[in-house]
Nanobody, 127 residues
Framework: QLQLVESGGGLVQPGGSLRLSCAASGFPLDYYAMGWFRQAPGKEREGIACISQSGARTNYVDAVKGRFTVSRDNAKNTVYLQMNSLKPEDTAVYFC????????????????????WGQGTQVTVSS
C-alpha cells in the first residue's frame, strides 16, 4: 500500500519561499501521477498542481501559476512543491496525493481523482 508523508511546511513571511516534499513508501512512485492540494480553514480542499508519471507534464491552478513549481524524483520516490513569492492567502494545510494511471498525463486537479493521500503539512504566510 502506498504511503505518503509531507514535510517542509512552516511559518514564512510574505514574499518568502518554502519547498515541500512528499516522500512515498510501499510502492514505486513512478506508477502514479501526483497532485498537490491545499485546504485553508473554513474552505474546501483545492487542487493546485499536478505532475505526470515521468514529470514531463504539469498543470497548475491560476492562483499559483508562475509562483509554484511541482517536480519529482522517481529514483528517490519523492515529489516536491517549490513555492515562491508566498502570499498570506497561501496559508493552508498542504497535501500530496497519488493517482494510479496507465499513461503519462497530468490528471485533473480534483480530489476524487486521487487514490492515496498524505496527512498534510501546515504552511503559514504571515509577517
Amino acid at each position: 500500500q502506498l504511503q505518503l508523508v509531507e514535510s517542509g511546511g512552516g511559518l514564512v513571511q510574505p514574499g518568502g519561499s518554502l519547498r515541500l516534499s512528499c516522500a512515498a513508501s510501499g510502492f514505486p512512485l513512478d506508477y502514479y501521477a501526483m497532485g498537490w492540494f491545499r485546504q485553508a480553514p473554513g474552505k474546501e480542499r483545492e487542487g493546485i498542481a499536478c505532475i505526470s508519471q515521468s514529470g514531463a507534464r504539469t498543470n497548475y491552478v491560476d492562483a499559483v501559476k508562475g509562483r509554484f513549481t511541482v517536480s519529482r524524483d522517481n529514483a528517490k520516490n519523492t515529489v516536491y512543491l517549490q513555492m515562491n513569492s508566498l502570499k498570506p492567502e497561501d496559508t493552508a494545510v498542504y497535501f500530496c496525493a497519488a493517482d494510479w494511471v496507465y499513461n503519462d498525463y497530468a490528471p485533473p486537479l480534483m480530489a476524487l481523482e486521487y487514490d492515496s493521500w498524505g496527512q498534510g503539512t501546515q504552511v503559514t504566510v504571515s509577517s
